[in-house]
């Protein structure tokens, strides 16, 4: 790994074993893109990359005759030049004027990377990135500008963001902020969002790119269901095994876009930030802006290393504290067991089931609070119901763990119902707009987070909540989508930064939680896996990743999330059948061996199963108590997709490749049809490998593949419906 300056030419040469990132100053004075790919040698000079030609209809730079931004690349392109593409960011100064540009003045070269003020980020120690600062000044607007770019040593990847500074114009206005900006030399590529709704969140799509624009987005107030804040650039015949393509996540989980924009000269433009609409920046003289990170991830090996790079880079610089590469525990929620019609008894009762079962923690869910019986009441009031909790939460945490299990809760703290007592005494906390009604989401309203004394007064609540007891866990939920958002406290010059300092706002909460009490481990939920970003991955490791817990869609949600996301950080537990999302039955084996990749749990009374299910739970508990550190950390290969198939097949593989897990699942069973076999994926060829009592070569387990036949013998039959199998494949 290494940045190189090279000054005569005025370019910058980031790269790493695998990947190089260059770029430079440009005939007109700005940053011009010049590469991105995988590793080439360095030189001193690309600059014939640039293209200067006469052409009709094109603009170009006066003091170049010749040199033209729209038939170029651009690294942070600004409004008003000759690139008529989308900008990176636009600035309005005083006397209106939009038109900006920023100049090279100076660099700096450092080891590690250093942290971003209140925002998640990646994070990395001298030997493992280096980073790189480039200045550039708008004298006009008299505007600092500084581009941040990161590369790690170990992975291909590059972490950008930007921060704005006013030298002391009288005020100016940031209307766009974006972090990102890659201008790639052609068209020929394939956009792939991850997208969906409540309950199926994370459904991947692909289309086909060219001239003109793609854009997914977030205007919800929060990362959301409906589009993830991840997509992925791919050549057309790039699949999980094979071709190049390159990955965009945002370390954030407010308004967003992702953009993908192609211009009539083949250039394609992928950008990525806040949300523009409804964002609005004003500096005063001396004031900054910093924009959130983006990790920009490349391969030329297929989307299952792109996949793989994501979830090391996480599990190892982006997730903190005491549950960094921990294998977590397994729980049992009671949710879906009781909703909120509970006792401290009856609660209780499950929990000491769930530890016969060898169960390490349990989770009291929603309904311990205030008046709240159903989701019409108590949200805000952060204070033990003593009809249901006699001793409050501490009481039953004491219990709990005199039973032999760790303890947890679940929290909405963003939120607030119309009846609630903190509603009523602060009726001017939440997010509202003058003379209007403000809509309902799950009967409740959103708390007004740009403001440090809201923020301030939850914290309080919820520190004596946590005071004397003993808590391991904390489920952080989020249900409902920003409306009406305008903040009482704020001046009206103000209201375009309030989305953003809502956020800033909920990053600030977890972080003095997360300072508090460095040991517990915090879910993060948003109705499910509303809010499943990166940005959320620095606070809390792992993330409820969806309210659908039934086993064949689960597969799907997973599937699609593991494209960006680590499989420890995704939230799965094994529920009742028939499932309360979609009526199915599903074996308890399978439903298990879906659960087994990610977090695993159980989100039912298992005083409600039958004696040979419970014994069956038994088994997999053990199972995943031995297995958990491979399959949460291990190297995770997608094998067969759930959505070109009636099948789904992924598998994980340890670092030494000594030994190897595989989750097989019939979806849909095909009548009169010979099962077939499973190519895996990432065992070493040479080695001698033992699965189901019989020895492979790892060439031929990958190569010829495993016969599905063998398991028929074992009970798995492909001719049913929701069949599954996972086998342990061990080095001799
Ligand atoms: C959301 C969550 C669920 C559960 C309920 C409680 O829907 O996704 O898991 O915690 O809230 O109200």
């Known amino acids: 790994m290494d940045i190189i300056w090279h000054k005569t030419s005025g370019q910058f040469h980031l790269f790493n074993d695998r990947i190089s990132y260059i770029f430079g100053i440009s005939p007109s004075g700005e940053l011009a893109g010049i590469y991105f790919g995988k590793r080439i040698h360095d030189r001193e000079d690309m600059s014939y990359i640039q293209i200067r030609v006469g052409m009709p209809n094109v603009a170009v730079d006066p003091a170049t005759e010749s040199y033209s931004m729209e038939i170029n690349r651009q690294e942070y392109p600004s409004f008003g030049t000759t690139d008529f593409g989308t900008q990176a960011f636009e600035i309005e100064t005083l006397n209106g004027s939009r038109v900006s540009s920023f100049v090279y003045k100076s660099h700096k070269i450092s080891k590690g990377k250093e942290a971003l003020h209140g925002l998640p980020a990646t994070y990395a120690d001298e030997k493992e990135a280096m980073t790189l600062e480039v200045e550039l000044v708008d004298s006009v607007a008299e505007m600092t500008l500084i581009l941040s770019y990161t590369i790690f040593d170990r992975y291909p990847v590059i972490a950008r963001h930007a921060t704005f500074k006013n030298n002391g114009a009288p005020r100016v206005k940031l209307t766009k902020a974006l972090s990102c900006c ?49 997509i992925i650039i791919k050549r057309p015949r790039t699949d999980d095994f094979a071709g190049e393509a390159f990955g965009f996540s945002f370390v954030y989980s407010g308004n967003f876009i992702a953009q993908a924009e192609g211009n009539n000269h083949d250039r394609l433009r992928i950008l990525m930030g806040i949300n ?172 007004d987070y740009s403001r440090p004394e809201v923020v301030d007064a939850i ?27 305008y903040s009482n406290d704020a001046p009206a010059e103000l209201q375009g930064t309030i989305y953003h300092k809502h956020i800033m706002g909920v990053y600030a909460l977890y972080e003095r939680l997360r300072t508090a009490f460095p040991d517990i ?34 597969i799907r949600i997973q599937y699609g999330s593991s494209y960006g ?38 989100e039912l009374d298992l005083n409600e199963i039958s004696d040979e299910e419970f014994q069956e739970v038994k088994k997999q508990i053990v199972f995943m108590k031995q297995n958990r550190e491979l399959i949460q950390f291990g190297t995770f290969y997608r094998l067969r997709s759930p959505f070109e198939t009636e099948q789904n097949a992924w598998m994980v593989v340890s670092e030494d490749k000594k030994k190897a897990i595989v989750g097989f699942y019939c979806m849909r069973a095909k009548v009169y049809s010979l099962p077939g076999f499973l190519k895996l994926a990432g065992l070493d060829p040479d080695l001698k490998y033992r699965m189901e009592g019989k020895q492979y070569f790892g060439d031929e387990l990958m190569n010829m593949g495993i016969t599905l036949a063998e398991f ?18 061990e080095a001799e």
């Open 182 to 230: 890659l201008d790639l030399s052609d068209q020929n590529y394939e956009w792939m969002q991850f997208s969906g709704g409540w309950a199926r969140e994370r459904i991947p799509e692909v289309r086909k790119l060219s001239t003109g624009t793609v854009l997914i987005e977030s205007k919800r107030g929060t990362s959301s269901a409906n589009q993830n804040p991840f």
């Open 276 to 447: 523009p609409d409804r964002f609005e920046w004003p500096l005063e003289k001396g004031e900054s802006f910093e924009t959130p990170e983006v990790v920009i991830a490349m391969t030329d090996c297929g989307l299952n290393d792109l996949s793989q790079t994501y979830h090391k880079l996480y599990n190892n610089n982006l997730v903190r504290g005491k549950w960094k590469n921990r294998p977590r525990p397994i729980l049992n929620n009671n949710w879906e067991a009781t909703f909120m019609d509970f006792t401290e008894q009856s609660i209780l009762k499950i929990a000491k089931k769930a530890k016969e079962a060898g169960c390490e923690l349990f989770v009291l869910d929603d309904g311990w609070f205030g008046e709240r019986n159903d989701d019409s009441a108590g949200l805000g009031d952060w204070i033990e119901n003593p009809k249901k909790l006699p001793e409050g939460i501490a009481g039953l945490a004491k219990k709990v763990k005199a039973l032999g299990l760790d303890f947890g809760f679940w929290i909405e703290p963003e939120m607030v119902n119309p009846d609630s007592n903190l509603y009523r005494r602060h009726p001017d906390w939440v997010l509202s707009a003058p003379g209007r009604k403000s809509s309902l989401g799950r009967h409740q309203l959103v708390l």
């Open 459 to 485: 914290y309080s609540m919820l520190c004596k909540v946590l005071k004397d007891a003993p808590v391991s866990y904390i489920k952080w939920d989020m249900n409902r989508s920003l409306t009406e958002v």
């Open 521 to 554: 481990l915090f879910e993060s939920c948003a109705s499910g896996g509303a809010r499943f970003d990166a940005g959320m991955l620095y606070y809390a490791p792992q993330a409820w990743c969806s309210d659908n817990t039934d086993a064949m869609d689960r």
């Open 565 to 602: 996301y680590p499989i420890v950080s995704i939230g799965s537990h094994v529920s009742a059948v028939p499932n309360q999302q979609t009526g199915r039955t599903v074996s308890i084996e399978t439903r298990a061996n879906v659960a087994y990749f990610g977090t695993f749990g159980y």
């Open 712 to 729: 028929y013998a074992k009970g798995f039959s492909v001719s049913e419906d929701y069949a599954s199998f996972v086998t342990v494949i």
